[in-house]
């Protein structure tokens, strides 16, 4: 296997996008969130997807494990040293 980039790695590779871009946090949703972070509990790369996601500032979806609302909190906290690969 050739790996260039974590998200070769990326236990979502081959599922349905949608699952990772619930429409709230609340409700019927929540069964959502949960699916979707139990594929994230699985990967190899959380850590760097996560990473990803806080520097980029992405306002959406599940990445690394978290919800956006989580990740607003923990932006909140200083960043650790970016891995090579950035
Ligand atoms: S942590 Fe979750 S969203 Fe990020 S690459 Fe892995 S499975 Fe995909």
């Not at 699985?42 to 990445?63: H, K, Q, S």
Request: charged share 20%.
């Amino acid at each position: 296997m050739n790996i260039e980039h974590w998200t070769d790695l990326a236990a979502c590779r081959g599922e349905d996008p949608e699952l990772f871009y619930p429409v709230s946090a609340t409700g019927p949703a929540i069964m959502q969130v949960e699916e979707a972070k139990r594929v994230c509990a699985g990967c190899p790369v959380t850590a760097d997807c996560l990473n990803w996601a806080l520097r980029a500032g992405e306002p959406a979806g599940i990445w690394g494990g978290t919800t956006p609302e989580e990740r607003r909190y923990l932006r909140l906290k200083p960043l650790p040293t970016a891995p090579a690969w950035y």
